[in-house]
Nanobody, 125 residues
Framework: VQLQASGGGLVQPGGSLTLSCRLT????????VAWFRQAPGKEREFVAG????????SYADSVKGRFTISRDNAKNTLYLQMNSLKPEDTAVYYC???????????????????WGQGTQVTVSS
């Protein structure tokens, strides 16, 4: 199982960016998925997550209303649409997946066995 994240870059405050994460070696429809991020000198934190069925989604308070997690099972790809970006959103963003994650553990990085390599998002003028 491999996850390949892409789409990061430099964006101005208030701008938008869409991250993608492609899963290979397994079917995405069997996975609960999530995005985490880690800023310099800080712990890795949960950003957004989605259950295997897609019926349950969860967001960190800091991104609620601005970020949207979605998935395209046909393309085996996970997305994170980020709008109204702020300088404090600057971080390395990681996608994660695991078929055993349930709703109650969706926000825990330790619950995910499979991780992408990370993509840098920098919000600056």
């Amino acid at each position: 199982v491999q996850l390949q994240a892409s789409g990061g870059g430099l964006v101005q405050p208030g701008g938008s960016l869409t991250l993608s994460c492609r899963l290979t070696g397994f079917s995405l429809e069997n996975f609960a998925v999530a995005w985490f991020r880690q800023a310099p000198g800080k712990e890795r934190e949960f950003v957004a997550g989605m259950s295997r069925s897609g019926n349950s989604q969860s967001y960190a308070d800091s991104v609620k209303g601005r970020f949207t997690i979605s998935r395209d099972n046909a393309k085996n790809t996970l997305y994170l649409q980020m709008n109204s970006l702020k300088p404090e959103d600057t971080a390395v963003y990681y996608c994660a997946g695991d078929p055993t994650v349930i709703t109650s553990t969706m926000r825990l990085s330790s619950a995910y066995r499979y991780w992408g390599q990370g993509t840098q998002v920098t919000v600056s003028s």
